[in-house]
């Protein structure tokens, strides 16, 4: 059995660690933050601080193909969230009419888990520290490797209290910036280009606890309320034990939306949105969290991670170190989970490191990953420029020709709203389940949706872009 040191202790370090504990692998984890408070889950997730993890005060939710990881790979980790109070959400209630009538075998897998993030994380912490074959050590950072004469095998890790920790993998799980690419540069190793493109948004969260049991409204997107707009997003999730976010996104240069981080502007402009208002209406819920403010990152897919040409053998990206997709889409988690438990499955098929094993890897986080940068940077495109048109009041750009003559994912969800077939396929690739290419660049699917787009559905009354900048401003339309 090998020795695994992962660098960082959040989604994707611990399922990471999770996954080769359970093989057997010996595990050392280096988290930069401190360890989570003790106690029951409910009350150590209010006291839980992430200062190096500034979305764990945002809004999440956990897709489909998070649940199908979780329920296949770790159902202990599962039902210690529903434990702590997170609910199953039936994809199917969202369903326009007709979809009822004709169920599939698959129906089964669309499900999402309504679950705060930082809840998720703290049964996924704790089930990792149960593990008799992990280590996790708090308030240290990985700055460099440890590899071989040779230079060409990573062989463990330095950390910046002077730790040498040897291992036969190492594993780069520190999120977004992808520290092992500096890494690679101390080694004196080349880093492959990335793919990046922007995301272009400002999100806006706040977090609330119902009164009472009963959900005051419908999850109209079946695993939230509200919409993905002309100009704007304003949605709801359910979290666990009777906790719900409302995130609202705008372009970053939205200068009429810059007053959202005060309450009463953030209020006005949720209240606004079709679906939340009975969310928000008196004696409901209460505010649990200020407002929390967040710049997106680019779209990226991390070429070092990817590449086949892998510099160094036995060094490894996951999660947000591999690739980072726009959070509207809210994949991250679910990404996370699935590259973890595929990269064990790896290691253990690919014992010994070198060419082979980087390869495989590289291409097993290709296989996960492309598609959904690839999806992730046409949807930006097209919706970018349809805020920046609403908002600037410029002509809107021609609709984009999606890859490959695909569809815009803004025509496939005006075609799911009346066709039931249209919405099986948009919800599987919205929940991960299917990828774009296997269902959007089927013929009869984009058939469908050509018929579909102009049969007439039930208007959303999404505010206007005037009605949102006089509710911004705090006039109630
Ligand atoms: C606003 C927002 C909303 C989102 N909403 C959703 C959603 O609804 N659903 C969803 O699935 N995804 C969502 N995501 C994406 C999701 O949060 C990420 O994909 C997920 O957090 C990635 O987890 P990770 O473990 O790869 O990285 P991170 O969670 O960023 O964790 C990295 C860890 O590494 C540690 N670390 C960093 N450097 C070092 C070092 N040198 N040494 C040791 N430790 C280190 C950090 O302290 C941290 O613990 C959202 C993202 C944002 C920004």
Redesign the pocket.
Same mark, same amino acid.
Do not use: C, F, N, Y
């Given at each position: 059995m090998s020795t695994v040191v992962v660098?960082?202790? #959040?989604?994707?370090?611990l399922a990471t660690a999770l996954a080769a504990s359970l093989r057997g692998h010996r595990v050392i984890v280096? %988290? @930069?933050?401190g360890p989570p408070p003790d106690g029951p889950v409910a009350d150590a997730v209010g006291r839980w601080a992430?200062p #190096?993890?500034?979305?764990?005060s945002? #809004? $999440?939710?956990?897709?489909s193909v998070?649940v199908r990881v979780l329920r296949t790979r770790a159902p202990h980790v599962l039902a210690a969230a529903r434990a702590a109070g997170a609910q199953l959400l039936d994809l199917l209630t969202a369903r326009p009419p007709g979809v009822a009538d004709e169920p599939e075998a698959d129906d089964a897998e669309l499900v999402a888990l309504a679950c705060r993030?930082t809840t998720l994380e703290l049964v996924l912490h704790r089930a990792v520290l149960d593990q008799p074959r992990v280590q996790v050590r708090y308030g240290?950072?990985? %700055?460099a490797l440890l590899v071989d004469r040779a230079g060409r095998r990573a062989t463990g890790v330095t950390t910046d209290d002077g730790d040498r920790i040897a291992a036969d993998v190492v594993v780069d799980?520190?999120?977004? @910036?992808a520290?092992s690419r500096s890494w690679l540069r101390i080694a004196g190793h080349p880093v492959a280009a990335d793919l990046t493109s922007p995301t272009d948004i400002r999100?806006y #969260?706040r977090f609330y606890r119902l009164r009472g049991t009963d959900a005051p409204g419908p999850l109209n997107r079946g695993n939230a309320a509200g919409v993905v707009g002309d100009h704007y997003a304003g949605v709801l $999730?359910p979290g666990d034990g009777g906790t719900f976010s409302i995130?609202l996104a705008v372009l970053p240069d939205d200068d009429a939306m810059r007053e959202l981080r005060d309450p009463a502007a953030f209020t006005s402009v949720a209240a606004s949105t079709p679906g939340l208002g009975p969310w928000l209406a008196d004696g409901v819920a209460d505010p649990i969290s200020p407002v929390h403010a967040?710049s997106? @990152?680019p779209n990226v897919l991390r070429g070092h991670v990817v590449s086949p040409e892998q510099p160094l053998a036995g060094l490894f990206g996951?999660?947000?170190?591999a690739g980072?997709t726009n959070?509207l889409f809210? @994949?991250?988690?679910?990404?996370?989970l699935a590259h973890a438990f595929e990269l064990v499955d790896l290691l253990d098929a690919h014992p010994d490191p070198g060419p082979a094993q980087s390869r495989a890897a590289a291409a097993t986080a290709r296989d996960l990953l492309l598609p959904w940068y690839l999806q992730a940077t046409e949807d930006d495109r097209e919706r970018i420029a349809r805020w920046r048109a609403a908002v600037t009041g410029a002509p809107p750009a021609p609709a984009p020709v999606g890859h490959g003559g695909r569809p815009a994912l803004r025509t496939i969800g005006m075609a799911a709203a009346t066709d039931p077939v249209v919405w099986r396929g948009l919800t599987r690739v919205l929940m991960g389940l299917a990828t774009p290419a296997a269902v959007f660049d089927d013929e009869g699917f984009r058939a469908r949706v050509r018929d579909a787009v102009h049969v007439p559905a039930a208007p959303t009354p999404a505010p206007t872009r005037a009605a949102l900048v006089r509710a911004a401003a705090g006039e109630r339309s």
């Open positions: 660098a960082g202790a #959040s989604i994707a370090g280096v %988290e @930069r933050d992430r #190096s993890v500034p979305q764990a945002h #809004s $999440h939710t956990l897709t998070g993030r240290l950072k990985v %700055e799980a520190t999120g977004w @910036r520290a999100g #969260s $999730h995130a967040i997106t @990152r996951v999660g947000d170190a980072v959070p809210g @994949r991250g988690v679910s990404l996370a």
